[in-house]
């Protein structure tokens, strides 16, 4: 079972739709992390939180817009994505380093 | 920013056989190398890491060696069972981790 618990683990959304995702681990982890992970491709970092700050933005473009309202809680909201956006976003936790992956959640724009 | 190159980018096996993956990078500031271990419909799990200050780690049939002079680290699975069929990923941390492109190891039976 994993330890950190990604919803939806499907999300079939219009480009014109506003939706989330959400993570969430119970583990005290002080940094919590999203990826974006293409068929057949790494991950790739897209923000890291630290103590609920936001610590890294890789260039992210503003139609995801990231939230973490507590220690235990990573959201990720979506608007106006673009049929590149399809992917599996994965959501991690650790200490200093993503040391847990959620099972991610599979995002298809139609 | 850091580069992680890793060979091969698939393997195949004979069950009970050993099974090696290699990995390099490019910036010496690097100091942590994890390895994860990715299932289908799953995501990454961390299987096994190495800090820069250590040259070796094993655990149980998995090992790790890192070569900081040459800039190189290997995860090595010995006595390979099929439910070690996956994608291995590398990965090297200056200030984010990086990872390699993967390798998928078929463990035939």
């Known amino acids: 079972d994993t330890e950190v618990t990604q919803t939806p683990k499907h999300l079939v959304m219009g480009m014109t739709n506003k939706k989330s995702l959400k993570c969430e681990q119970h583990?005290?982890?002080?940094?919590m992390y999203w990826y974006k992970q293409k068929a057949k491709k790494p991950p790739e970092l897209m923000f890291v939180y630290s103590y609920e700050k936001l610590s890294i933005n890789e260039s992210v473009p503003s139609r995801f817009s990231p939230e973490c309202p507590n220690s235990s809680l990573l959201n990720l909201h979506l608007h106006a994505l673009q049929p590149e956006d399809s992917a599996l976003y994965l959501c991690?936790?650790?200490?200093?380093?993503?040391?847990?992956f959620g099972d991610g959640t599979r995002l298809s724009i139609l | 920013g850091e580069n992680v190159e890793q060979h091969p980018s698939t393997l195949s096996v004979q069950e009970g056989d050993s099974a090696v993956i290699k990995c390099t990078y490019s910036d010496s500031a690097s100091n942590y190398f994890p390895w994860y271990k990715q299932e289908l419909g799953k995501g990454p799990q961390l299987i096994i890491d190495?800090?820069?200050?250590?040259g070796e780690k094993k655990d149980q049939r998995i090992a790790v060696t890192l070569n900081k002079t040459a800039k190189h680290f290997s995860l090595h699975i010995t006595e390979t069972q099929p439910e070690d069929s996956a994608v291995y990923f590398c990965a090297a941390r200056d200030y984010k981790l990086s990872f390699g492109a993967g390798t998928t190891v078929t463990v035939r039976a």
């Open positions: 583990m005290g982890h002080r940094a």
């Open positions: 190495i800090r820069s200050n250590v």
């Open positions: 991690a936790s650790g200490q200093n380093q993503p040391q847990h």
